[in-house]
């Protein structure tokens, strides 16, 4: 008489005496992406992108013509920024302000400037923004809380980055053009290690199990911090800046952008129970 083992006791025998099947090191496991997994990033930033348009106003089916309308242009030519470069000239003015001595008074802060006259706050943004009206961007500007007018009609600027209290069109020109600004860091990273060259600056911190009721005092350190940062950086290119302008020669504009930023919990899902 012979005794028959089971199919699964046999093959559960056979994979003991194998023993286990060794699985991939970790650093394999993540070193490559594949197709599958560069499809799955880009499937989330379109869900990253749909839920801002929703967030805007814009509905899904709109959102999807506005795709569709990118994608056949996609074809033909690359992106660049399209809208008004008013924001970054508006920026130059301010950092003309905060730099060039004939606009700081002896404490070596930016001067109150009067409206109107040689040296005023329209003189200043008439040198960047020749074709605007100078007096109606100056009264817009003091309207959202960029510029401060002091009892006697002078004008101050509230601080040295430019904020808005409102959305408008130039903060909304301006995602995309720092998403593409961030995704050209990491397609420049990822080409220069493959070369060996020189990578881009490319940081961040991130804070689990951040008390909630701490999250303003975060936002407000990372204000407090974040101008020596880019005071040092302004002060360091200065005089390169100057070099470039004695001599021509090839240029390209630099950036860094830095924010903060809170991940909300994402609600649970409710669940129906049965009747």
């Given at each position: ?56 106003g ?6 999807a013509?506005?795709f569709?309308?990118?994608?056949r242009?996609a ?12 924001m ?25 400037l ?21 007096r ?33 069109t ?46 303003p005092r ?9 101008p ?15 070099a ?8 390209a ?23």
């Amino acid at each position: 008489m012979t005794n028959t083992i089971p199919p699964r006791a046999a093959r559960k025998a056979a994979k003991a005496k194998r023993g286990p099947r060794p699985r991939p090191a970790l650093s394999r496991q993540f070193a490559e992406a594949s197709l599958a997994d560069r499809e799955q990033m880009l499937g989330e930033l379109f869900g990253v992108v749909l839920e801002f348009s929703k967030k805007s106003g814009i509905s899904i089916d709109r959102a999807a013509r506005l795709f569709d309308h990118a994608r056949r242009g996609a074809r033909t030519r690359s992106y660049r920024r399209s809208g008004s470069l008013l924001m970054a000239r508006i920026g130059e003015a301010f950092k003309t302000w905060y730099t060039e001595p004939e606009y700081l008074d002896a404490r070596g802060v930016p001067a109150a400037l009067p409206l109107s006259g040689a040296r005023s706050l329209e003189t200043l943004i008439t040198r960047f923004l020749p074709k605007v009206n100078a007096r109606e961007t100056a009264r817009w500007l003091m309207a959202e809380g960029v510029l401060r007018q002091q009892t006697n009609g002078f004008v101050v600027p509230v601080r040295r980055v430019i904020s808005f209290i409102r959305p408008n069109t130039m903060v909304l020109d301006r995602i995309p053009f720092l998403v593409q600004a961030l995704l050209s860091t990491y397609t420049h990273n990822i080409e220069a290690k493959a070369k060996g060259e020189e990578t881009r600056c490319e940081r961040m911190l991130t804070l689990d199990q951040f008390p909630v009721k701490d999250v303003p005092r975060f936002n407000w350190e990372v204000k407090r911090l974040v101008p020596i940062l880019l005071d040092s950086l302004e002060s360091w290119a200065a005089p390169h800046l100057r070099a470039a302008e004695r001599k021509p020669q090839q240029t390209a504009r630099v950036g860094v952008e830095v924010f903060s930023y809170v991940e909300e919990p994402a609600p649970r899902a409710k669940v129906k129970r049965p009747l």
